[in-house]
């Protein structure tokens, strides 16, 4: 399977996008198509065998449409942004145009109504034929302005997917050309359709929808700044070594196992690994974390990342879309890209929206005209209601409320893969955390060295450390660790033998080591001189006690931890007051489990579990109708992760293509599950908003705009305020789901 993401030109609505995704969904090979109103994308995955990205992009452009694939995208902000711009300019420039031309318009044609003075070589009573005349001559230039309504909408009425386009179209035609109807009629003599002219609705509407479509663009525009703060983040040219001599290139021509020289102040422009030199370097764009990590000989380093300190040579490792800065770009837009499975119903009113509206207008206009009505009132009511109904804020309700969301979630470190994600974990009710890297640091450190007898706490450290001194356990890395951070002075161990399930054995200057367990001391005859009393006090803690003895006689205990992160205890508590079931599940013994899930504060644990077995403890509780999210490091955890409702990947922010999550959070850094929960509540709360007032606002503006406060007395909508408040609903939506960057984590 092939996943594509081609950038889609012409679309002008919800209805739009529908027709685009029906006619590619259908294509055979395709699995799955999604159509982006708002980010303006096409989502497809599909068959390389069956369809190529020629056939998916013929079929756009039969459909009138034009797709594109950008590879390269990211690499210059300027060319990301510089399309749009212009779009908007060349809008607003439209704009202009047709105010100048739609102002003096509305003056004359109105004037006279109001007792504003009109010249009288166009007034309607003394020179009726000027008066139509001069109209016209002033909505020319207004409809060419806005000719693109014309061209697209009866395209798309012409090959059966009638738009919002077709709408205008229609029903700005109808007044056009009914104007010219009545002009005619009036050099004909018939003086009387001087008050049937109808070439101010249409030059009005034509203005505020393009002005609707200008703000629209430059609120579409703001929901995607996260994506243009990242794609700013990285540098456009880097300095690498070419036969000896330093050279500027674009970042483009930067390849993998060149040597990049960075300077302080400056960002590294690609991923790599250092081979010269020693700096601090600030990762806040990757991980959140403001403090600098320092970075030496062969420590990684991240694009878009900054040095703070040092000069720095290192070897390129991923460069171009590969870098992690890149991966998270890509994420960001997939997830910004897909819907919710809340915008279904919306999607499915858009589809059928336009030729229901079409045949309500028509029906509506006739009705009127049959029960006696003129000409003049039935057109007016055909026309408000193809001018008000506007499928637009139902297109927009939930992509511009998703991108805003998983937008801000980025800043926040929170990497959100889809907007099904972002819509499922508002619901969760229980959450399952792995303890090791999870709850816990994932590293093990010496906690505590007790000395029994002659020998200090540095003697007993240093002998631990050169006895185990070459072995990859993990805690005789945490001991070796701890001496070589004292700065003690490694010995030789020679006879060293290792002797499962108990300890080790070793000799060092002519002294006899012991190392392990009880009973390896017992088995040795080693008195345990209360120091097992110690030990037991150690492990209730959830520490890993060692005895020490030399020459037979007891010297010390060591004690190494998994020690907890930071934040976990006040995370766990966070989400215990949002209402949420917190779950501890590791393969660690019952007593570690108990002392590290009682300091955190955790009731609920899953203790002995094997990796492979996580999953099915996470079934367990979904069978109970539980909605569950696993929080795991995404490797040893991917069962569960994919088993859960949510899965939530904790990691550096460096792997960010971890399959089996459905969030990924930058940060190690479990108040971030919270961050997630939360954003999910605000976003969907958001997206109801939307939809209630995209909904509410079609359910009560096409009634009126059919006429029916007229039929109790009251007014009838002139299909200029349909114009303009239908222009007004897609800019409210767009605007409310704004109000989320505003988002912050409790």
Request: contains cysteine; proline residues 3%.
């Amino acid at each position: 399977m092939k996943r594509e993401m081609l950038k889609l030109e012409g679309m002008h609505c919800a209805a739009c996008a529908q027709s685009i995704e029906k006619a590619t969904g259908k294509l055979s090979g395709v699995y799955k198509s999604n159509v982006n109103f708002a980010t303006e994308y096409l989502n497809i995955d599909y068959d390389e065998k069956v369809l190529d990205r020629d056939a998916i992009i013929a079929t756009v452009g039969k459909l009138g449409f034009k797709a594109s694939y950008e590879e390269e995208r990211h690499t210059n902000e300027d060319e990301f942004l510089k399309k749009k711009n212009d779009e908007i300019r060349l809008i607003w420039k439209k704009f202009i145009i047709s105010a100048i031309f739609s102002i003096p318009l509305l003056y004359i044609s109105m004037g006279s109504m109001f007792g504003m003075p009109v010249p009288n070589l166009i007034s309607p009573s003394s020179h009726p034929l000027n008066f139509a005349m001069i109209q016209l001559l002033l909505t020319l230039p207004v409809v060419i302005s806005g000719h693109d309504f014309y061209v697209v909408g009866l395209r798309s009425l012409v090959k059966g997917n009638p738009n919002m386009d077709s709408l205008i179209a229609i029903g700005t035609s109808s007044a056009f050309l009914y104007g010219i109807y009545a002009t005619w009629m009036i050099y004909s003599g018939e003086d009387h359709y001087v008050h049937s002219l109808y070439f101010e609705s249409a030059a009005v509407i034509l203005t505020l929808i393009t002005l609707g479509k200008y703000f629209e663009n430059v609120s579409k525009g703001k929901t995607s700044e996260a994506i243009k703060k990242l794609v700013g983040l990285t540098p456009k040219t880097a300095r690498i070594i070419v036969n000896g001599n330093e050279t500027e290139v674009s970042v483009k021509d930067v390849r993998q196992e060149d040597i990049v020289l960075v300077r302080p102040g400056e960002r590294f422009p690609v991923d790599g690994e250092v081979v010269e030199g020693k700096t601090s370097v600030d990762e806040s764009m990757l991980t959140g974390e403001s403090i600098p990590v320092e970075k030496s000989f062969g420590d990684k380093l991240y694009g878009a990342s900054i040095n703070k300190n040092g000069f720095i040579k290192y070897r390129a490792t991923r460069v171009g879309q590969d870098t992690a800065i890149s991966q998270i770009i890509k994420l960001v837009e997939e997830a910004q890209g897909s819907k919710a499975p809340i915008a279904r119903l919306a999607d499915i009113i858009s589809g059928y929206f336009v030729p229901i509206v079409m045949a309500i207008a028509l029906i509506s206009g006739l009705g009127w005209y049959i029960s006696g009505e003129g000409i003049r009132f039935s057109l007016t009511i055909f026309i408000s209601v193809l001018v008000i109904a506007c499928p637009c804020a139902l297109g927009l309700a939930t992509p511009t409320a998703i991108m805003v969301g998983t937008g801000k979630g980025a800043e926040n470190g929170v990497l959100i893969k889809s907007g099904e994600a972002l819509e499922s974990a508002h619901k969760i009710d229980t959450v399952i955390l792995d303890k090791t890297g999870t709850i816990t640091q994932g590293k093990p450190i010496v906690t505590d060295i007790v000395s029994f007898g002659a020998f200090s706490q540095e003697e007993i450290l240093q002998l631990a450390a050169s006895a185990e001194y070459g072995s990859e356990h993990p805690l005789a890395e945490a001991i070796i660790k701890e001496a070589k951070e004292k700065n003690l002075q490694l010995k030789n161990a020679v006879e060293f033998d290792s002797i499962s399930g108990f300890g080790i054995k070793a000799k060092i200057e002519d002294k006899n080591i012991l190392m392990g367990n009880a009973k390896l001391m017992r088995n040795n005859k080693v008195d345990l001189n209360g120091s097992d009393i110690i030990s037991q006090k150690m492990a209730m803690e959830g520490k890993t006690p060692m005895y020490i003895a030399v020459d037979e006689k007891m010297a010390g205990v060591i004690s190494v931890a998994d020690t907890v992160k930071p934040n976990s205890k006040k995370a766990i508590e966070t989400l215990k007051n949002m209402g949420i079931r917190v779950v501890m599940i590791t393969g660690d013994n019952e007593g570690t489990a108990k002392a590290i899930a009682k300091e955190v504060g955790i009731e609920k644990i899953l203790s002995e579990v094997l990796p492979g077995d996580k999953a099915n403890e996470v079934k367990k509780l979904q069978k109970k109708g539980s909605i569950v999210a696993m929080v795991g490091d995404g490797i040893n955890d991917a069962p569960a992760l994919a088993q859960a409702d949510v899965g939530i990947a904790i990691g550096s922010g460096t792997d960010v293509a971890i399959e089996s999550a459905d969030i990924v959070l930058m940060r190690s850094d479990l108040m971030d599950v919270a961050t997630a929960i939360q954003l999910s509540k605000s976003t969907i709360r958001n997206i109801k908003q939307n939809l209630f007032w995209a909904f509410g606002y079609n359910v009560i503006g096409i009634p009126v705009a059919m006429g029916i406060l007229h039929l109790f007395g009251g007014p009838l909508m002139n299909p200029m305020f349909a114009g303009a408040a239908m222009s007004l609903s897609s800019v409210s939506v767009v605007s409310n789901a704004l109000r989320l960057k505003n988002f912050k984590p409790n």
